[in-house]
């Protein structure tokens, strides 16, 4: 099994930044794909970012240009980097975990991310 714990998160302002960090444990396979996804209120799950252990990243369009994805590998931590936040940000951000061999995808209990003035 894989446990996903979440940290960071919160209330900003629009404009503003914020940082959220996904530590990993477990059974965890050293070739998988690290990122997050969100959900904002009456709105389907999108990806946020992702990023392989060989550090292939891919992110959504929204937030292309504002959001960078980062990892440490020895540290099985994937982190976030939310820069000139909008309030159509503000969503549950949920650390997902892909491990690749076996096709078996984990997440985290979320985290909410709030942009309002």
């Known amino acids: 099994q894989v446990q996903l714990v979440e940290s960071g998160g919160g209330l900003v302002q629009p404009g503003g930044s914020l940082g959220v960090s996904c530590r990993a444990s477990?059974?965890?396979?050293?070739?998988?794909?690290m990122g997050w996804f969100r959900r904002a209120p009456g709105k389907q799950r999108e990806l946020v970012a992702s990023?392989?252990?060989?550090?292939?990243?891919e992110y959504g369009d929204s937030v292309k240009g504002r959001f960078t994805i980062s990892r440490d590998n020895a540290k099985n931590t994937v982190y976030l980097q939310m820069n000139r936040l909008k309030p159509e940000d503000t969503a549950v951000y949920y650390c997902?975990?892909?491990?690749?061999?076996?096709?078996?995808?984990?997440w985290g209990q979320g985290t909410q991310v709030t942009v309002s003035s």
């Open positions: 990023i392989t252990s060989s550090g292939y990243t």
């Open positions: 997902t975990l892909y491990i690749i061999i076996t096709e078996l995808r984990s």
């Open positions: 477990g059974s965890i396979f050293s070739i998988n794909a």
